[in-house]
């Protein structure tokens, strides 16, 4: 029998739908618990689909994973990680049995780790304790913090808010007075109104909580690295790593934001650090690592930990399928697929980079990443997103030629 897995989102991310294909390739079973009207209806991958609600979030998970009774549960954002880790820390009489508890460690690792994640100091401490670089990180509470901490480091540095994702929560400073206004702006809770907003036109519920409880962000001061990004995704079980695909970052949308264009790349520095710190966190499942490698020495500096599926968790090298490593690894069955890229390749990810330029150099001379073989998940996200990329499926487009039904 299949393997099967249950993926978690509480965002509607293309990107899951990508990790959903992956899986499905890998010969798993796969299920989704997600909100709803998302683009899983669109993917052949998906067997079912769980809908959940924000505020329901747990009581979502638990009975999907009764339902579905999977072999392995895999968080595709940050608010769903955080979630399963929860449930771990719930008594009995929340729901959660040994059996379930068991699942979570099999698919995250070691429960005594997951509070790590939730700090980005922590993180950095425990990777500088393994002789990894990182760069300075501090937590700083006050105006007062930060001035003490430009005082003793050059501008310009990076702001950050504990449990952002997708570079929202992050500035970049390069002058007192910029700071100071950054940590205004991040150290206090989001407004009600405008979490309410965030909420109803960008589908993003996750800000009313902390909203009507006045939660205030935890900010961390970081030194600034000049140079390239570079992101590593791994397969991981019980602390060892059994794939990792590693990328330096070509294009992304905007200063922080996500990946839109990456390259396949090999450097054992990279690996090197990703295995420690997958064996210091004892980590199981999926987690991507991000990169600063230095404009003059390229050494990688470690700047953060997602213990999730990322968006380039699909993307196939000759470093191996992720998805088919956690199912080797759950069953012992080798099967040993042929790389879709190799080292060296530019990638233009779907539909990342084609809505974020539609005249894009790199949809010319990267690899396009289109899965053809998922038509209606194709059209679904060109029909989502701007008039100009969907003119592409207009008689005479750009994919008209792959999709004569879809004007």
């Known amino acids: 029998m299949k393997p099967s897995v249950l993926l978690v989102t509480a965002y509607r991310w293309v990107s899951s739908a990508r990790i959903a294909m992956s899986f499905a390739e890998a010969g798993w079973t796969v299920e989704a618990v997600c909100p709803g009207g998302h683009i899983f209806e669109f993917t052949k991958a998906v067997r079912r689909l769980h809908e959940c609600h924000l505020f329901a979030m747990p009581y979502a998970i638990r009975r999907a994973i009764s339902k579905a009774k999977p072999d392995l549960v895999v968080p595709c954002d940050d608010l769903a990680a955080?979630?399963?880790?929860?449930?771990?820390?719930?008594?009995?009489?929340?729901?959660?049995?040994?059996?379930?508890?068991?699942?979570?460690?099999?698919?995250?690792?070691?429960?005594s780790c997951y509070r790590d994640f939730d700090s980005r100091d922590r993180i950095a401490t425990l990777a500088r304790e393994q002789?990894?670089?990182?760069?300075?990180?501090?937590?700083?509470?006050?105006?007062?913090?930060?001035?003490?901490?430009?005082?003793?480091?050059?501008?310009?540095?990076?702001?950050?808010?504990d449990g952002s994702t997708g570079g929202s929560g992050v500035r970049i400073v390069s002058t007192l007075d910029g700071a100071r206004s950054a940590f205004s702006i991040l150290s206090v809770p989001t407004g009600f109104l405008r979490a309410v907003k965030r909420a109803v036109v960008d589908k993003n519920g996750t800000y009313l909580v902390p909203s009507l409880k006045g939660i205030r962000p935890v900010v961390n001061f970081q030194r600034y690295i000049a140079g390239v990004e570079a992101t590593s995704t791994c397969a991981c079980w019980q602390g060892e790593v059994l794939a990792c695909v590693t990328l330096r970052v070509l294009k992304t949308n905007g200063r922080v934001g996500t990946s839109t264009v990456v390259q396949v790349m090999d450097d054992p520095r990279i690996l090197q650090a990703v295995q420690k710190m997958t064996r210091c966190l004892r980590l199981s499942g999926l987690a991507g690592f991000d990169f600063m490698l230095e404009r003059e020495?390229?050494?990688?500096?470690?700047?953060?930990?997602?213990?999730?599926?990322?968006?380039?968790?699909?993307?196939?090298?000759?470093?191996?399928?992720?998805?088919?490593?956690?199912?080797?690894?759950?069953?012992?069955?080798?099967?040993?697929?042929?790389?879709?890229?190799?080292?060296?390749?530019?990638?233009?990810?779907?539909?990342?980079?084609?809505?974020?330029?539609?005249?894009?150099?790199?949809?010319?001379?990267?690899?396009?990443?289109?899965?053809?073989?998922?038509?209606?998940?194709v059209r679904a996200c060109l029909r989502r997103e701007t008039v100009g990329v969907r003119g592409w499926l207009q008689p005479g487009g750009k994919l008209a030629k792959f999709f004569p039904k879809a004007a």
């Not at 501090?138 to 913090?145: G, K, L, P, Y």
């Open 82 to 111: 955080g979630q399963l880790r929860h449930l771990c820390d719930a008594d009995s009489s929340a729901g959660v049995s040994d059996d379930l508890r068991a699942l979570l460690a099999r698919s995250l690792g070691d429960s």
């Open 131 to 161: 002789g990894i670089a990182v760069p300075e990180t501090v937590v700083v509470r006050s105006v007062a913090d930060l001035e003490a901490w430009v005082a003793r480091n050059e501008l310009p540095g990076v702001l950050k808010t």
């Open 297 to 377: 020495s390229g050494q990688p500096f470690l700047l953060e930990i997602n213990p999730r599926a990322t968006p380039t968790t699909h993307l196939r090298t000759a470093a191996g399928s992720l998805a088919l490593a956690l199912r080797t690894a759950l069953t012992g069955e080798e099967i040993k697929p042929c790389p879709i890229y190799k080292d060296g390749d530019k990638i233009a990810l779907f539909p990342q980079e084609w809505l974020r330029d539609p005249e894009s150099e790199f949809l010319r001379t990267a690899h396009p990443d289109v899965p053809w073989n998922e038509p209606e998940f």
